[in-house]
């Protein structure tokens, strides 16, 4: 059974750099089959993307934070991973992972609660 | 920009039928995607390509399409239905994106 956790700091000052963690059990994030992707909810609003990471390492952020976001990859580790810079408070939300599968969404992790606040 | 406008919520008597829709001007071309996000959970994938149901789903979840509104139907709603409702869809097959999301009560 696939599981994707997250992981990292709860808690950001802001104009500092938020970093998350996914990493996947029960299966291969180097798979042709798949893309992985980070989602967002913020408190009282709904899902919003983020961007996704292709098996081959390609990058596709919204482009509404495209500037301040990075997603990378370690297949060593089996982990892909999120960095949005220059954050503030508009970007407190619980954080998902998730892996992409013919254009769904089919598993997610528990998701993070990312407060920024000083 | 291209976007889904779902209803901010929907009311429902346990038992009846809810149906939820999502519209945007591409649906017409492209298929949606229904995820159910109950309090405190991740959300779920309900009903892929439009009308497909993953395992696992009950039944009484079914999706449809007809020009550029999609549409996700609960039927014989139960109390454990009540939660938020996603549609999703992929805009060149490269970004996604959801509607608001519809907040379902089960009166």
């Known amino acids: 059974q696939l599981q994707l956790q997250e992981s990292g700091s709860g808690l950001v000052k802001p104009s500092q750099t938020l970093s998350l963690t996914c990493t996947v059990s029960g299966g291969s994030i180097s798979s042709g089959a798949y893309s992985w992707i980070w989602i967002r909810r913020p408190p009282g609003k709904g899902l919003e993307w983020i961007g996704y990471i292709r098996h081959i390492g390609s990058t596709y952020y919204n482009p509404s934070l495209e500037s301040r976001v990075t997603i990378s990859m370690d297949r060593s580790k089996n982990q892909f991973s999120l960095k949005l810079n220059s954050v503030t408070a508009a970007d407190t939300a619980v954080y998902y992972c998730?892996?992409?599968?013919?254009?769904?969404?089919?598993?997610w992790g528990q998701g993070i609660l990312v407060t920024v606040s000083s | 920009s291209y976007e889904l406008t779902q209803p901010p919520s929907v009311s429902v008597s346990p038992g009846q039928t809810a149906s939820i829709t999502c519209s945007g001007d591409k649906l017409g071309d492209t298929y949606a995607w229904w995820y159910q996000q109950k309090p405190g959970q991740s959300p779920v994938l309900i009903i892929y390509h439009g009308t497909k149901r993953p395992s696992g789903i009950p039944e009484r979840f079914s999706g449809s399409n007809s020009g550029d509104t999609a549409t996700l139907t609960i039927s014989g709603t139960q109390a454990m239905d009540e939660a938020d409702y996603y549609c999703?869809?992929?805009?060149?097959?490269?970004?996604?994106?959801f509607g608001g999301g519809t907040k379902l009560t089960v009166l």
């Open positions: 998730a892996r992409v599968a013919s254009l769904a969404f089919d598993y």
């Open positions: 999703q869809a992929w805009d060149s097959s490269t970004f996604p994106l």
